[in-house]
C-alpha cells in the first residue's frame, strides 16, 4: 500500500524539504496550493512532475486554510494517512500589520483543518494522523532554555495565534482520540527561506554588496538570540512524530542560540565582508514587543524518536551564502547584459 501525505503550505520553505523527504520515503505526496496571479509553485520546481505522468507521485490541489468547504472536498478527493498542517502567515512582524488575517489563517485555519479530519474519521472509519506545525515563538518572553515543560507567553499575534492552534490540536487529541502532534520548531532556515526574514535578508544582501548590486542594509534589532537550524533536519523531526508509535508535543531545536549580530559576523566572515560598514538601522524592522531569547531543549525528542540535527550553525551560514553569492553572480551577468536587476530585500521583511 502507497501511502498518502496532504501538506498545507507546500509551496512554503517547510513544504518543499517535507514534499522531497516523503517522496523519497515513497510516499504518494498531495499539497495544497493557493491560488496566486502569478506561479508560486518555484520551490516545488525540482520535484514537480506532470500529473499526467504515469510515474508521478506529487499532485497540487488548490485550497486555502480560510475555505473550510474547500478543505473538506480535497481531503475526500485524496484520503490521506497523513496530514501536515504547515499553511500559515508565517512572518512575525507582519502579523502586528494583519493581527486578525492572521489569527483566521494561524489559528482558525487548524481548527478548519481539524474538525475536516475529525469528520472524514467519523464518516469513513479510516485514520489520519495529523502533525500541527507549531513555534517556538509560543515561549516568547519565557526564559531560555525553553523545554516542553516551559510555560507559553506569546509576545505577537502571530505567536498567540500558534498558541490557539496548539491547544485546538491538543483538545482534539484529548475529546475525539485522534492522533495529532504538536512541533514545537525552534527557528529554521536554508538556501530556499523567505527573503524577508531575517537570515536570508542577510546573506542575499551580503551576497549582493559584496559583488556591487547593492549598497545597504536596513535591519532592526541586531541583539535578538535565536535557535537556528537547518530546515532539511526539521521535516524528518516531523515525520518522525507522525511516525511514532503515540501521538506527542516535541520541541525540536539545536541546543545552541546566537545574536542577529552573530549570524551576521559569521555570513560577513563567509562573504570577505565588513558588515558594519554597510548595516543600517531602520526602525520599521523593530517588533511592538520582541522576543529577546530562544534556546531550545530538545531532549525529549532525541531520547524517544532518536532525532537529532546533522547541519551546525557553521554550516547552515556558510550554504546559505554560498547559495546567494551565486545567485548574485547570476544576477551580475543579467546585468551586465543590461537586464533590470530588482533589489527588494532591503525594503521589506
Ligand atoms: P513559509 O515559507 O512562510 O510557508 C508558508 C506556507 O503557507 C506557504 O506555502 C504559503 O503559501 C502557505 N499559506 C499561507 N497562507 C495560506 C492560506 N491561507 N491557505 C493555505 N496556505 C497558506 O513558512 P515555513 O518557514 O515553511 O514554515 C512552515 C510552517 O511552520 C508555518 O506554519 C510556520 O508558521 C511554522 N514554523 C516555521 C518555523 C521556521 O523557522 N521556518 C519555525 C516554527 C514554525 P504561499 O506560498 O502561497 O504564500
Ligand atoms: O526574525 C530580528 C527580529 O523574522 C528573527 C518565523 O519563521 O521563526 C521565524 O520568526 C529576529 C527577530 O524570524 C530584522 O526582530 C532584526 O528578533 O527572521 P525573523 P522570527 O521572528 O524568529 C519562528 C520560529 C516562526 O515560527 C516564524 O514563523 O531577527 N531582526 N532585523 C529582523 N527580522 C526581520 N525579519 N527583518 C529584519 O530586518
Known amino acids: ?42 520551490r516545488l520546481d525540482s520535484i514537480y512532475a506532470d500529473p499526467h505522468e504515469q510515474s508521478a507521485r506529487l499532485y ?31 512572518h512575525v512582524r507582519v502579523s502586528f500589520d494583519q493581527p486578525e488575517y492572521t489569527g483566521d489563517v494561524v489559528a482558525i485555519g487548524t481548527l478548519r483543518l481539524l474538525d475536516a479530519v475529525r469528520d472524514y474519521i467519523q464518516n469513513t472509519g ?7 506545525a507549531g513555534s517556538s515563538e509560543m515561549f516568547g518572553a519565557s526564559k531560555p532554555p525553553q523545554s516542553e515543560a516551559t510555560p507559553f507567553y506569546p509576545r505577537s499575534p502571530y505567536a498567540v495565534s500558534k498558541v490557539a492552534a496548539h491547544w485546538y490540536a491538543v483538545n482534539y487529541r ?5 492522533f495529532i502532534s504538536n512541533g514545537i520548531l525552534f527557528n529554521h532556515e536554508s538556501e530556499r527561506r523567505g527573503e524577508t526574514f531575517v537570515t536570508r535578508k542577510i546573506t542575499r544582501a551580503l551576497a549582493r554588496i559584496k559583488l556591487g548590486l547593492q549598497q545597504k542594509l536596513f535591519l532592526g534589532n541586531l541583539d535578538a538570540r535565536r535557535d537556528w537550524g537547518y530546515a532539511a533536519d526539521y521535516v524528518e523531526a516531523m515525520w518522525m512524530m507522525l511516525d511514532a508509535a ?8 539545536t541546543g545552541e542560540s546566537h545574536s542577529v549580530r552573530e549570524f551576521l559576523e559569521a555570513a560577513g566572515d563567509r562573504c570577505g565582508l565588513d558588515w558594519k560598514s554597510v548595516v543600517e538601522t531602520d526602525p520599521r524592522y523593530l517588533r ?12 525529549k525528542i532525541r531520547k524517544t524518536l532518536g532525532w537529532k540535527p546533522k ?9 546559505m551564502v554560498d547559495h546567494d553569492l551565486e545567485l548574485a553572480l547570476q544576477e551580475l551577468t543579467l546585468a551586465k547584459a543590461g537586464h533590470k536587476v530588482v533589489v527588494r530585500g532591503s525594503s521589506h521583511g
Open 1 to 42: 500500500m502507497i501511502k498518502k501525505a496532504l501538506i498545507s503550505g507546500i509551496t512554503g520553505q517547510d513544504g518543499s524539504f517535507l514534499a522531497e523527504f516523503l517522496l523519497a520515503k515513497g510516499y504518494q505526496v498531495h499539497g495544497i496550493v493557493r491560488r496566486a496571479s502569478t506561479f508560486n509553485t518555484e
Open 126 to 132: 479510516q485514520q489520519i494522523r495529523f502533525y500541527q
Open 174 to 178: 484529548e475529546a475525539y482520540g485522534l
Open 246 to 253: 503515540d501521538p506527542g508535543d516535541y520541541v525540536v531545536a
Open 288 to 299: 511592538p514587543t520582541e522576543v529577546d531569547y530562544l534556546m531550545g531543549d530538545s531532549s
Open 311 to 319: 547541519v551546525s550553525f557553521e554550516e547552515l551560514v556558510h550554504l
Open 60 to 90: 497540487l490541489h488548490y485550497g486555502d486554510v480560510t475555505d473550510g468547504s474547500g478543505l473538506r472536498h480535497v481531503i475526500a478527493k485524496v484520503q490521506p494517512h497523513e496530514i501536515y498542517n504547515l499553511a500559515a502567515q508565517s
